[in-house]
Every structure is written in C-alpha cells, then in structure tokens.
C-alpha cells in the first residue's frame, strides 16, 4: 500500500476536528468560521446522483430546525465547485428546495482523507456517506458512516445534535429515542450513599438505583 493509498483513522468522538480550508459554493471556508456554531458536517459520493439527491433535499427541509439550534450544515464531496453549482440549480428547479448551506469541492480528496471519509472497499476515490457532529468549541461529538446505497435519516441527526445540546445544558443523558421535551436520565449515583439516597427515591422515575428519570424544563 503507498502513501496516497493510506487512509487516516476517523477523527474520535471527544477529539478537537481536523482543520480544513477549503472552496466551497460559498467562497473559502475553515473550520474556525463555523466555531460560534455547532456543524454538522456531511459526505456525500457524487453529485447528480439519486440517493445524494434525496439526502441534499432532506438536510434543505431541515435547514431551519438546525439553525433555531445554532447548528450549520457543510457538505462535501469529491466533485468541482462548478459541478457542486449546477446541481444545486438543478435540484432547487426540479425539487423546489432551496439549499443554502455551502457544498466543499474537495476536488483532491485531501479533506475526505482527513476526515476518514475514503474507504477503499467501498470506493477508491469516492467518499462514502460520512456525518460528523462538532460543537461550537471545535469538538467531534458524534459520527456515522453510512454505505453508498443507503441513505440517511436526517430526522436522526437532527435529534442527535438536540440531545448533545441538551446533555450540555443539563449535565445528564438521554434515552433511546429521545426527544426534546421528554424525561432526560440523571447521571447514575457516584457513592454508596447516592444509591443508597436513590434506592429510597423510588416511584415511576427512579425504578432502581441506577435509573432515575427527571425533566430539564
């Protein structure tokens, strides 16, 4: 394998995001520009392509539950800034969307590689289906690899980025499927006599030691 062949481990959850500048349908971008917001950062294959399409159109829809939550939306991939352009054009006339978040024209890969979205079983030069969540410090949160066929759930990641903000708000967890609004979970007991205190709370929100619900508002 050489050098250009080798792929760099994903950025990990807690680690700060690789620094990028890069052309984007909205002129020259780095990471520092988006550092007063959370970003969700995505990779997509390749313009003018049916799934990419369907995700473009569902991260349009929602564009503004993601800004209300101080949340950017940058996409990318390996095509040109004049290729990036058309499509936009072409889906805001066929779709009657309109996509105001900027698209990175990663025409090298060197960003795609940084970010760990080149995987060469499943493309040698084309990024697969990448999502990162990075707070408003700078910091991976999250992230997910989908394959070229499938794509993903953009309700999900917006309710991702709601409970990671919450979870920052608050100092608790979330359950499965949460959603804003609904019981978060109190961090479990540290000492003896926390579970002890716990044990004896009781009721529906608090079954066990462990486990006890409470509401953020």
């Known amino acids: ?22 052309e984007t349908t909205h002129g020259i971008l780095r990471l520092e520009d988006f550092r007063e917001s959370w970003l ?17 159109i569902a991260f349009a829809g929602a564009r503004e539950k993601l800004r209300a939550m101080r949340c950017e939306l940058l996409g990318l991939s390996v ?21 105001d978040f900027p698209l990175v024209a990663d025409v090298t890969g060197e960003m795609a590689r940084r970010y760990g979205m080149l995987m060469s079983a499943e493309s040698p030069n084309e990024p697969v289906r990448m999502t990162y969540v990075i707070d408003d410090r700078g910091i991976v949160r999250a992230f997910s690899a989908y394959p070229m066929t499938t794509g993903r759930d953009v309700g999900e990641i917006v309710r991702l980025v709601a409970a990671l903000q919450a979870t920052d708000a608050h100092g608790v967890a979330t359950p499965a499927g949460w959603k804003p609004g609904e019981p978060v979970l109190a961090p479990p007991p540290r000492t003896q006599a926390m579970a002890e205190e716990r044990a004896k709370a009781g009721g529906a929100a608090c079954p066990d030691w462990y486990f006890c619900k409470k509401e953020t508002s």
């Open 79 to 99: 095509d040109s800034v004049f290729s990036h352009i058309a499509w936009v054009r072409s889906l805001e006339s066929r779709f009657a969307v309109t996509i």
């Open 40 to 56: 969700v950062l995505f990779s997509h294959p390749a313009d003018f392509t049916p799934v990419c399409a369907t995700e473009l």
């Open 1 to 22: 394998m050489t050098d250009r062949d080798a792929t760099p481990l994903t950025p990990r959850i807690g680690e700060p995001a690789p620094d990028f500048e890069a």
